[in-house]
């Protein structure tokens, strides 16, 4: 959604109310195992870029099953260590997400994508800023005309409302001080909301059992609220 409000500021207009759960945009922070291990061969476009970029990310079955993942798509599998792969894999450590959920998540996670996607956070991780896909000094100068990828500019988003970003402390992926880095540069076009609470990580704002009482009503509410608004 920031890439898109900062790329095309007309959409702007077609939106009532933005929440960003866990935003990700600055990843300097990130405290992600899988990022951290990424960003070794990845951090820095090379030739290996290309090779693995354009490949589908975990399609191989065979290494899903060396991972685990295969396992974790049955419930009489190695549960011991779906939780695990969980925690290095998407955001951190919970202790919202039952592990009832697992095979129903892992059924259809880690979905299919484009390495490059990996990639990408990888090369936000490294560079520190919130920019467009590094393809190398040449690569960048045949598609943005100079050496380095642009950043994405926030000053383009001018949003009807405010935009409500929603974050916690132990989220590995979208780190605290990256969110409030972005709500700093933001400024008064969004609203911070600070989940106060130990071990709620990334995938808790959609799976963790208490996210009704802790994310969902503020959403609810300030939806309704701009609702009114518009009606008049």
Do not use: W
Not at 191 to 205: E, G, K
């Amino acid at each position: 959604m920031l890439v898109l409000l900062s790329t095309y500021p007309e959409y702007s207009e077609k939106l009532r109310s933005v929440h960003l759960l866990a935003p990700v945009s600055f990843m300097e922070n990130s405290r992600s195992t899988m990022i951290r291990a990424l960003s070794l061969p990845f951090g820095s476009y090379s030739f290996i870029t290309p090779l693995f970029g354009d490949t589908s990310l975990l399609e191989n079955v065979f290494i899903r099953n060396i991972l685990g993942f295969e396992s974790c798509r049955r419930t009489e599998g190695a549960l011991f260590i779906c939780p695990y792969l969980f925690f290095v894999g998407f955001g951190g450590r919970s202790d919202y997400t039952l592990e009832n959920v697992y095979p129903d998540f892992y059924s259809t996670h880690p979905a299919r994508c484009s390495m490059n996607q990996a990639i990408h956070f990888v090369q936000l991780y490294k560079s520190g800023h919130f920019r467009q896909f590094d393809f190398g000094t040449k690569g960048n100068e045949q598609r943005y005309n100079q050496t380095t990828p642009p950043d994405y500019q926030l000053v383009n988003i001018n949003p009807r409302f405010p935009l409500h970003l929603y974050h916690s402390k132990d989220d590995t992926f979208s780190a605290k001080e990256d969110v409030e880095h972005l709500v700093t540069l933001l400024g008064n076009k969004s609203v911070r909301h600070f989940i106060d609470l130990n071990n709620f990580a990334h995938m808790d704002f959609v799976l963790g059992y208490n996210v009704k009482d802790v994310v969902n009503g503020d959403v609810l509410s300030e939806m309704k609220r701009v609702d009114g608004l518009l009606a008049g």
